[in-house]
């Protein structure tokens, strides 16, 4: 093997992905000299302790990048015993989440508790809730603590989050795309609605969190370049029967209509053109 060869194999670096939740974000870890398969379950070590989660993506060389780093190691492909004790902790997320919400209900904490997460360890528990600003859980934590024994965090997320976590049936009839393939949430603007000549009524705009629907981000792309070349409602142009007002377009036809007005005492002429049929005078001032 040639010092070439050599230099490149040294300046790869193979890694393992893993998901930890339906539709969540995929983590790199080092695979430690371990062939996992896509669809493992595999025991990782995390920033919060040990985990179990789901590979999603086989053992695979990349280039070495600060963007891996720091990669943690994958302890060992999930045996049996391991699966008996995640599925034993999902019973104790759910009891856990019981008692959290009486634990709430006593203190009058106005909070909305969302889901419990315990590592698989069992050396943290996670409560993920919802509030209006900030809430003083002080002595809600101390309580929980003496109950369960181990370190507890309560997460304060937002509502796209929580909507990702309970999921729910969207306006198109199918699963919330955040609880089923989304693994991070884009921005969306009202922009996004102008530009593919939506009604902007917020009742129709809006998802199950109530924010602009993430949907709307999917085809935005192809919209700014379908409109590159369109005018819009009030602009000026010319045809081939002379110029005149444009009184609708159509993006994805890219046609556009106009009224092209060649005497004042006779009714103008509507027709319909492509974008390429036609060119731009004048752009309508807009108020």
């Known amino acids: 093997m040639s010092k070439n060869i050599y230099e490149k194999v040294d300046a790869m670096l193979e890694i393992v992905g893993v998901r930890f939740k339906t539709a969540g974000k995929i983590y790199f870890f080092n695979p430690c000299q371990q062939n996992i398969e896509k669809g493992m379950h595999v025991i990782v070590e995390t920033a919060r ?8 993506k ?8 600060p963007a891996y ?27 856990a989440l019981k008692i959290c919400q009486e ?56 509502v796209r989050d929580e909507s990702k976590i309970l999921n729910g049936i969207g306006t198109c009839g199918r699963s919330l795309c ?18 593919q000549n939506l009604p902007l009524n917020p009742t129709k705009l809006s998802g199950a969190c109530g924010r602009l629907m993430c949907c709307l981000k999917y085809e935005e792309e192809t919209y700014e370049e379908l409109n590159k070349n369109m005018p819009n409602v009030g602009d000026t142009i010319k045809t081939e029967l002379g110029q005149g007002e444009v009184l609708s377009v159509s993006v994805l036809r890219q046609q556009v209509k106009v009224a092209i007005r060649k005497n004042v005492h006779e009714p103008p002429i509507i027709d319909i053109y492509n974008v390429d049929e036609i060119k731009i005078v004048r752009r309508a001032q807009v108020i």
């Not at 302790?49 to 999603?56: H, K, S, T, V």
């Not at 086989?58 to 990048?65: A, E, G, R, Y």
């Not at 780093?69 to 019973?91: F, G, Q, S, W």
Request: hydrophobic share 40%; with cysteine.
């Open 178 to 195: 955040c609880s089923t393939f989304l693994d991070e949430f884009h921005p969306v603007s009202i922009k996004m609605a102008k530009d």
């Open 58 to 65: 086989q053992n695979c060389l990349v280039p070495k990048d």
């Open 103 to 158: 634990k709430i209900t006593n203190y009058g904490i106005k909070m909305k508790l969302v889901e419990t997460e315990l590592t698989f360890d069992h050396a943290k528990i996670i409560f993920y809730f919802t509030a209006d600003g900030r809430i003083d859980f002080r002595d809600l934590v101390k309580e929980l603590a003496s109950v369960f024994r181990m370190r507890i965090e309560l997460r304060q997320i937002g």
């Open 69 to 95: 780093y720091p990669l943690r190691n994958i302890i060992r492909i999930a045996t049996p015993d391991d699966m008996v004790v995640l599925e034993e902790n999902k019973k104790k997320e759910k009891a």
């Open 49 to 56: 302790g040990i985990e179990c989660g789901i590979c999603e």
